[in-house]
């Protein structure tokens, strides 16, 4: 019964930044390496970011790196991404994910998704 519940999605401002929020409950494998994705309307689904168990390696899709930063916190078992310098163009509806490689789709839960709304 493990659950991706994200959080911290809403509108913001272009320059602007959110913090996204990913808790994660019931019994997962604890050393997953997890991630976000995110989809536009009218677009395929996206990389954007993971980060491995112990937070030692991150892989940064091109079209946020330097504005984008993930984090996670195993002690509360959650996954934050802080998004700064927002630009329309990161409007999307944003999905905290887990399993062996994110990047790589590998893919074992995902989350319902949270909303971010980049207004120019």
């Known amino acids: 019964q493990v659950q991706l519940v994200e959080s911290g999605g809403g509108l913001a401002q272009a320059g602007g930044s959110l913090r996204l929020s990913c808790a994660v409950s019931?019994?997962?494998?604890?050393?997953?390496?997890m991630g976000w994705f995110r989809q536009a309307p009218g677009k395929e689904r996206e990389f954007v970011v993971e980060?491995?168990?112990?937070?030692?390696?991150?892989y940064y899709a091109d079209s946020v790196k330097g504005r984008f930063t993930i984090s996670r916190d195993n002690t509360k078992n959650t996954v934050y991404l802080q998004m700064n310098s927002l630009k329309p163009e990161d409007t999307a509806v944003y999905y905290c994910?887990?399993?062996?490689?994110?990047?790589?789709?590998?893919?074992?839960?995902w989350g319902q998704g949270t909303q971010v709304t980049v207004s120019s």
């Open positions: 019931g019994r997962m494998f604890s050393r997953y390496t």
């Open positions: 994910a887990a399993g062996l490689a994110v990047v790589a789709d590998r893919v074992d839960y």
């Open positions: 980060i491995t168990w112990s937070g030692g390696s991150t």
